[in-house]
Nanobody, 119 residues
């Protein structure tokens, strides 16, 4: 089992920055990938950025060049640095951990943190 606790959301003006944090606890040694997703009202949840245990990163086209995902393995924490925020970035942001145990995958989710970008 993995528990995820997010922090760092809030209200910011367009062009501003925020940094989200996600602290993982529990069976973190089996975590293969950590990621951030977001969901805006009336829309499907979408992948924002992901980082593998080896450090490889993936970004949604809409955030490339503006957002950076990183992880501190010693602290079992993943971060999402969000710069040049736009109103369309407004959403609930969810941390996700993918655990792989004997070939079986398990997804864990945080409770979500709201990011609101005003124009």
């Amino acid at each position: 089992q993995v528990q995820l606790v997010e922090s760092g959301g809030g209200l910011v003006q367009a062009g501003g920055s925020l940094r989200l944090s996600c602290a993982a606890s529990g069976s973190t040694y089996n975590i293969n990938r950590m990621a951030w997703y977001r969901q805006a009202p009336g829309k499907q949840r979408e992948l924002v950025a992901a980082i593998s245990s080896g450090g490889s990163t993936t970004y949604a086209d809409s955030v490339k060049g503006r957002f950076t995902i990183s992880r501190d393995n010693a602290k079992n924490t993943v971060y999402l640095q969000m710069n040049s925020l736009k109103p369309e970035d407004t959403a609930a942001y969810y941390c996700n951990a993918l655990e792989v145990v004997y070939g079986t995958s398990y997804n864990y989710w945080g409770q979500g943190t709201q990011v609101t970008v005003s124009s």
